[in-house]
Structures are given as structure tokens and as C-alpha cells.
């Protein structure tokens, strides 16, 4: 029986708190979820009805988590959804031409009023001494992925890579999407829509690789993203100075690991729970810190938003300057990285950090024929050896481009760096590990585990596949009861639902 | 079908010997010619044909046999 204290309790639970979003990993999360596939399965045959159940879901799954911000969402999908419309009905190149335009003013317009409005009072007072007041704004929670998923669709109906849809419900399912809304995958509306009127059918396999991907995630975010974060990460970047630079640098792998398994665990969720519902959502990450060069991490790292910036951005830059030749890669590279740096966030330190990636990149490109060159005149071009000194340099780059990413003052970035190179004292180590054995073995469980070849994963899913459904239920069980000895007090959200 | 002119010139750009380009082989497949490489083999073409194309017209292409037809289109008009 509910009395009246307790109804008000769960009435209070399932209304917007911006600082409790339904993040995959909560506990209230995981309940809705049951039930709503229970009820999206029961509506297999009534495509109708179970459409409009999802979209229903997802609104009330952002509502959750932004309010009445969710009109945005909403306002976003009418948008596009008819200049998608009007441009695919236009003969006049001009005319489709000028939606096009117009319709990229409204997205980025938007997006750009929530996102970097008061990054541009603070530059104006900077410049003029001026004293504009911040305004009072609340960023809508995944604005920048849910605005680019949209902005896909018109470039891909403008491009004549895809029919537009004729169904508003649709194309409300392709943006409102809760798996992804928040954090990705930035799905490709070509690939996703077509998904959409067909009956959902899980096979085996389908079964064993999304409760695989679940289990992954949970534990990277949880067990090591959140774990490392908490009880050392953050301690050192807080005050790097009361640590040696031998901890200062483990700090800098550690937050590599951390955003790794925080943002492809975020990811790893999403497909997994998309997965169950039926829909197939694209890769996100592939081994990232495998890669062989920047170019290489790129093809690996966040590749939703890589591909979205190679196709949508990139390329039309690159064939625009084609005359230019190398230039044209050269400054399409830059302008690309650059606002691939604005897109995580309104701040010199992303601002920097996509600066610093375009440098690399346009770096390797003019360097990359003498490379070649001398590789093949020492006889080590493809050897095993060249291949670990390039993941060694490759990943170390990486590494401290997200040293500029997490810290925002670029004087608490000098002093992580001044520890390092003036007051390393490696001989710490075994007091480290004695210390630390639970952030040590975590940190190198986690790139172990990352370094391993293709086939472990491949395996483990098999046998995930293999197990008998009580097996699975089991399993499950017990990854939850693991991650929740390790789940601290107060929720971590997810480092890139701030993009 | 890809024609022996197209198939010479993006093998000279790209370095190779050879390689068996079918209508719907993707960039991608064929070695050396990614996102970076794929400004020159562009321009290679359209020097050797002597055709100009819109940026649109190559953001569309898919395949090698969408660049085949784009180029013949030029070349007919």
C-alpha cells in the first residue's frame, strides 16, 4: 500500500532533475527499461502502436533529463524534418541551395545560442574591458549530438544520398531515439531509418552481443572510468603540484583510460540496449589506442563524429580548395579539427586541444613522402618494431592533447608538465604500487585488456551467445552486484553529456 | 565497366602496378587511396580528361563506377 509520503516519493523520482539524468547505469533506469521492453515487445505486430510508444518513451527519457528543454528536441525535429522536405521538392539548385543554407543557420543557431553565447560575452568583456553580464542559460543535455544526427539528414537528402522520409513519426523515432540521444552514436539517418518498419527480431547472436556490450560497458564506466576518476585522476589534476611527475604522468594515462572507457562505455550501452529493441546503431570506437598514427586514432576514436566531420565538413572543404592540392587537405584538416574542438565544448582548452589535432595531422601529411622514403631505405617499413615505436608515439600524443582537454587553466597544465619533466622520481613505483594495487591493477587491466588482440573479444561474445538463457540472467546479476561494490555515493554522469 | 584510361590514371597517382577495379569497388578498398589521396586522384582526372566537375558532383560519388559515369557525362556533353 502507497500512502501519500511515499507517492510524492516517486512522483518526485520520475520528474526532471538536471542533476539526476536517466543515465543507462542507475538503478531507475534499468527498472524503466524492463518495463518498457516488456510492453515494446508485447506491440511486436502493432508497428503503429509500438512507434509511438518509443517516441513516447524517448521524449519522457530527455524530459527526464532536461526539463522542459525538450521542446528544443522537439522544435529541432519540425525543422528539419520539413526543410528535408523542401529542399528534396525544390528543382532550382538556388532554391535548394538556399534551404540548405537556411536550415544550417537554424541548427547551428540554436545550438550555438545554448552552447556559446557566454563564451562570447567572456571573449567581448576580455577584448573591451567590457562588462557584460553571463546570461542565465541551461544547456539542453546532447544538444550537439542530437543537432548533428538531424543536420545529417539534410545534408544527406540535399546530397541525394538518401529519399527523404514522408513520415514526421519516423523521423521523430530517428532524432528522439533515447539510446543515443544523449551521447551518441551520431547515426546516420540513411542507415537508421530504413530500420524503422521493420518488424524487430533479436537473433541468438543479436542476444549475446548486446548483453556483452551492456556487461562492457557497465564495467568501463563504472568499475574503471568512475573508480580512477574519483580516487586518484582527480586528486592529482586538482593539485598536481603535492604529487611527483612519475604520478603526474600516470594521472595523464589514467585520464586517457578514464575518458576511453567512460565515453565507449556510454556507447557500448547504447548499441547494446538499441540492440534489444532491434535497431542496429553504428560503431563508435574501434581499439583506439591501436592506432598507428593520428589519422589512424581519428578512424578509431568517436568515429560517428569523425565520419560526420570527414563527409559533411571536411571533404566539401577539401574539393572547394581543390586547386590548392596538398593546401586544399592542409587547411580543410585545420578548419575541421578546429571546430571539431568547438564542438566539445565553448573553451580555449577544446579550442586548443582540436587546434593541436590539426597540427598533428597536417604534421604527418607534409612529412609523410620523405617518411616513407627513409622507412623504405632502412628496410623497417611494416616491420613489427616500426608498427610499436608508431602506437608508442601515437598514443603518447594522444595522451597529452587530453591532458589540454580535461584541464581547463592552461597554468595547472604547465605545472602537471613542469612535475614531470623536473620532479619525476620514477623510483616511487613499488611504493605506488603497494599504495595504489586497486587503481594499479585497474589501470593496467584496462589497457591490457584494450591491447588484446580482436579475437579475446570475439570469443567472450561467442560464449555469452553459448550460455542458456538463465546463464545470461546470472551473469548479468552478478556483473551488476560487482559494479555496485564499486559504484560510489554520488553519481558520475557521463563526461560527454556536458558536449 | 571501368574504362582503361581511368583505371591508368588512378593507378599512376595511387603508385600501383595493378588492380582490379570493378563498378562498385570503394575507395576504401583500394590501397593508398584514402580521404587525403582522394584530392589528387580528383584532380589527376580531371587534368588527364580535361573535364572540370562541381564539388557536389564528387561528394555524391559512391563508387569508382560513379566517377566511370560522371566522366563520361563530361565528356558527352
Redesign the interface.
Known sequence: MFDNFQLSRITDLLQFNPDSPLIFSTGLFIFLFFGFLLIYNLLTKYKNARLYFLIFFSVYFYYKSAGYLASILILSAVINFYFGKLISTSTKPGIRRLFLIVSIIANLGILSYFKYTNFIIEIINGIQSAQITPLDIFLPIGISFYTFKSMSYIFDVYMEMMEPTKSFRDFCVFVFFFPNILAGPIDRASEFIPQINKEPFLTKEDLGKALFLIILGLIKKIVIADYISLNFVDRVFDFPLRYTGFENLVAIYGYTLQIYCDFSGYSDMAIGIALLMGFKLMDNFNSPFKAVSIADFWRRWHISLSSWLLDYLFKPLQMKFRNLRQFSNVIGLFVTFLLCGLWHGAGWNFIFWGALHGIFMSFSLMIKKPKEFVQKKLHIHNTVGLKFLQRFITFNLVAFSFLIFRLRSFDTIYEVIDQIFSFFHGEILMQFLEKMPLISGLLILGYLFHFMPDKVEIYIKKFITSLPLVGKAILLALVIWIVAQFKSADMQPFIYFQF | MISDKLRKVILSELDLDDFDFQDETKATEVPGW???N???I??AVEKHFGIKFK??E???LKNVGDLQNLVDSKLNK
Open positions: 584514402d580521404s587525403l582522394h584530392v589528387n580528383i584532380i564539388s557536389l564528387i561528394l555524391r
